[in-house]
C-alpha cells in the first residue's frame, strides 16, 4: 500500500512540477479576451506611484469611469481596478489589498447586486486562464468551490494557452475586448456605439432585491479592510455605481437599506448616494450599470466633487466640474 | 458525481483510504454501502430510497426462495420479485412512454384522449441495478447460486458504486462472493486499476467529447448541415458512444480493481468484429448476456428449431432496444438489428464468429483483405443502425438517412466530405491514432504499457496521456450517454 502510495504521490507531483513550468511558460500577453485586461490593470496599480486614487469594482467602473480626466481633476495618479462584478467583492479587495500605501485612496464602487452571491466561479476560471497569478486573490472558502468546480477547466485552458506558441483562438465579443481599455484600465471602444439597453422594470425577479442588502459577512470584509488601509495611511470610500434613475426610484427602500449597513462600517466613507449617481436610461449603453460616453464624464465629474473633501478639503468645487 | 470530474477524485481517495482502514470484512462492506449511497446522493438523493426497496426486494425474495420447497410457492415469490422489479421499472422509465404512444394510436383511430402525463424523473441507473438485482433473484430461483444472508454484503453488491450508474452488469455469483472476503490491498492490482482509469479517462475527454461537440452540432440541427456532414457526424457517433460507454466501463473496473474487486469486461474491440454476431459478441457483453441468458436461453435459445430461433433472437434485440430507452428510435433500433442478425444466421455469415476473449480481426498483425472487407462491412452497418439510436425522432432518423443516401449519388459530396475532413482534422487523427493503437493492441485490455515495459517509458506514456487529457479535454466534459438509460 505504502509503494502505491508513494508511487501516485510522485506521478501526481510530476504533473504538478510539468504545470507549474506551464503556468511560467504561460504568456498573457498576446491574449485578446476582455478578461485579460486585468494583466494590464496589475501593471498599472504596480507602478504608478503614491498618491493615487484606486478604483475598486465591477464593470461599472470598466465602462464608466474617464480616468485621465479624473487624474487631471484631482491631481492624483487614477489606477481603474474595475473589471466584473462576477469575481465577487472579497476578490476584489483582495487584488488591491497587497498594493495600498500611504496617500492612496481606495474607491469601492461595487454594484448594488454584487454585495452578497455575486462570486461566479467560472468568472474566476476565465479568469485564471488569462493571469494564474490571480490565484493568490482567491479566499480558502472560494479557492475549495472553485478548485472542485472548475479545477480541471482552469489546468486546461493554461495548458492550452502555455502550449499555443502563438495567439490563442478567442471569441471575443465587441466590445468586451482587452484592446479596448486604455491605460489607465478604462474602456473606451463603447464610445459613440449605439444603444442597446432598455430599462425594464419587470426583468428583476421579486425578491432578488433582498441580496442587496450586504450580509454581517461582507461588512465584516469591508470593516477588516478600511482599518487595513487605515493603519497604512491610506483612506477607504464608497461611491455609488451609475444606475437608471427609474431603477433607484423604483428601489428606494432597498437602496436606503444598504446604504444605511454602509454606514454603519466605521472603516469606510460613503462620499456620495444613490442619486447622485442616477442618469437617464438614454445614459447607458448595454445595461444599467454601463455609462455611455457622455455620462462617463459626467459620472467622473461627479466622482471628482464627492471626492474633492478627502483628497484636498479647500479645493474649490467650481473647478473640479468647470470642464462639465 | 461524474468520474470525469474532480469531486470524484477527491471523494476516490477517501472512500479508499477508509476502505482499507478497515480490517474486517463487514466493515470494508460498510464503507462500500455508505460511499456508494454517497455517490448515488450526489445524482439525486431521492432516489436513494428507491435502490433500497429494489435491494431489499430482492435479497428477501432470495431469503424466501431458500425456505420455500414448494414449486408453486417459488414460483409465487419469483413472480412478485419480478413484477416489482419491472414495475418500478416501466413506471420510471416507460410510463409517459407508454401513455404517449397509446394517445397517438387511439387518435389514429379518430379518438381523442386527453392525456396529462406526469412529469417523472429518470433515476439515474435504474435499468442497470434492477437487472442486476433481477438476475440474482432468477439465479437463486434456478438454485444457480446460494441465497445471500448476510444483508450488507447484498447492498454492496447491488451498490457498489464504481458500476452503480452505467454498469457492468454484474451477476451474483461472480461479485457477490468477492464482498464475501476480507480485501487486501494489493500493489499490481492498484496499479493496473490507476492505468484502466487512466485510459477510460483519455477515451472520454479525449475522443467521446470532442466528437460529441461536433455529433451535438450536426444531429441538432440535420436541416441546415450538408449530407457530408451528417455522414461524418454518424461515424462520430460511432465513435463516440464507443469511447465514452467503454469508458466509463473501464474507470469502473479500473476503480473496482483499487478496492480489490474484479468487474467483468464490457467491451472486446466490437469495432474490429467480422459479423453483427460477433459485434455483439463484443459490445456492451453484461447486457447482452444478461439478455441471453435469462430471456432468449430460457425461450430455447438456438436449440428451438426455425422460426421459432429467428423469434427469440427478434424478440431479445427488440427488449435490448426497449431497455436503451423509452422511444420509437431505440425500439425500431433493436428490431433492425434482430432482423439483421436473423438474416445473418439464416445467411450462415456468422458461422465462425470469434468469441469476445478471442482476438479480433486476425493474429497477424495485419489483416487479410477478407477480414477488412468484413469488417468496413460490419462497421458500415452498426453505423447505419446508430443512426436511429442518436437522433431525436423516427422522422429526423429517416430525413439523415435520406439526406445522405441521396447526397452520396452525387459528386460534390465526396469533394465537400474531404472539406469536411479537413475543417475536423485534428479530431480525425486522434481517431486514426486510436483505432492503430487498438489494433496493435487489440490482445489486451487496454494498449497503456503494463510492467514489462521499462518504468522511464511507462511514466513518460502515462505523462503524455495525462497531459493530453487535460489539453483536448473540453471545457466541460459531458455526462456519459449511458447514464441516461
Redesign the interface.
Known sequence: MKRFVLKVGMFLALQAAVFLAMVGWHDGSQTEGYLAASIGKHERLEQARSPRIILVGGSNLAFGMNSPRLEEKTGCAVVNMGLVAGVGLDFMLSEVEGAVRRGDLVVLSLEYDAFSAMFNPAIIRQLLAVRPASAAYLSSAHSGKVIISEGLSIVGEITRRALAFGPVDEEVQYPYVRRGFNRWGDLTNHYGAPRCFEYKPEAMQEGFRELWIPRERTLARLERFGAMCQKRGAAFVYSCPPHPIEAVRRHAATLTAVMERLRGIETLRLVDTPEDQAYPTESFYDTGYHLNQPAVNERTDRVAVALKSILNPSTDESMLLSDR | MSFA???FF?FLPVVFALY?ACAKKSWQNSVIVLASYAFYAAWDYRFCGLMLVSSLLDYGAGLLLESSRRPFRRRVILAVSLTANLGLLGFFKYFNFFVDSFAVFVSALGIEMNTSTISIILPVGISFYTFQTMSYTLDRYWGKIPTERNCLQYLAFVSFFPQLVAGPIERASRLLPQFNRVRI?E?GN??AG?RLVLWGLAKKMILADNLGAVVDLAYGAPERVGAPVLAMATVFFAFQIYCDFSAYSDIAAGVAKLFGIELSRNFAYPYFAQSLTEFWRRWHISLSSWFRDYIYIPLGGSQAGGNVFFRNLFLVFLLSGLWHGASWTFVIWGALHGVLLSLEKWAGISAGALRAGEIPGSREGVAGMGSVLRIGATFFVVCCSWVLFRAPDVGAALDIYRGVAVGMMSIDFYGELVEVAKEHWVVLLQLACFVGLEWVHRNRWNPLPDPAFSRGLR?AT??VV??CI??F?T???GPFIYFQF
Open positions: 470530474s474532480l469531486e477527491l482499507y490491498f500493489y492498484g496499479v490507476v511514466w502515462y505523462t495525462f497531459w487535460i489539453y479535454g471545457e466541460r466534459s
